[in-house]
Nanobody
Framework: QVQLVESGGGLVQPGGSLRLSCAAS????????IGWFRQAPGKEREGVSC????????YYVDSVKGRFTISGDNAENTVYLQMNSLKPEDTAVYYC??????????????????WGQGTQVTVSS
């Protein structure tokens, strides 16, 4: 049974940092890419980052490049999203999702078949 569980969200001041975790079960990271998405109130879901263990590749949306870092621990079957220099516009519910493919071709949500329940990130002073 495929399951994804996010953790690590919270309230942080602008300029602060958070590390999100995505614990996966029912499959291994060796075979499927993992993506992080976010959805702010009143906005559409947006792809943020993706990691492919098979290809050793990562992908970031322009708005987070240089601030966010995605990584994976295959032994723990967990993917992390380190978020630095957070801005109020990063406020959203963050979701991790399992891709149907090995690689990170893009962050189109229809390429992802299993999703976690989400974790709230709020950036505010």
């Amino acid at each position: 049974q495929v399951q994804l569980v996010e953790s690590g969200g919270g309230l942080v001041q602008p300029g602060g940092s958070l590390r999100l975790s995505c614990a996966a079960s029912g499959f291994t990271l060796d075979y499927y890419a993992i993506g992080w998405f976010r959805q702010a109130p009143g906005k559409e879901r947006e792809g943020v980052s993706c990691i492919s263990s098979r290809y050793g590749s990562t992908y970031y949306v322009d708005s987070v490049k240089g601030r966010f870092t995605i990584s994976g621990d295959n032994a723990e079957n967990t993917v992390y999203l380190q978020m630095n220099s957070l801005k109020p516009e990063d406020t959203a519910v963050y979701y991790c999702a399992k891709s149907m493919y090995y690689g990170c071709s893009d962050l189109s949500s229809w390429n992802y078949d299993y999703w976690g329940q989400g974790t709230q990130v709020t950036v505010s002073s």
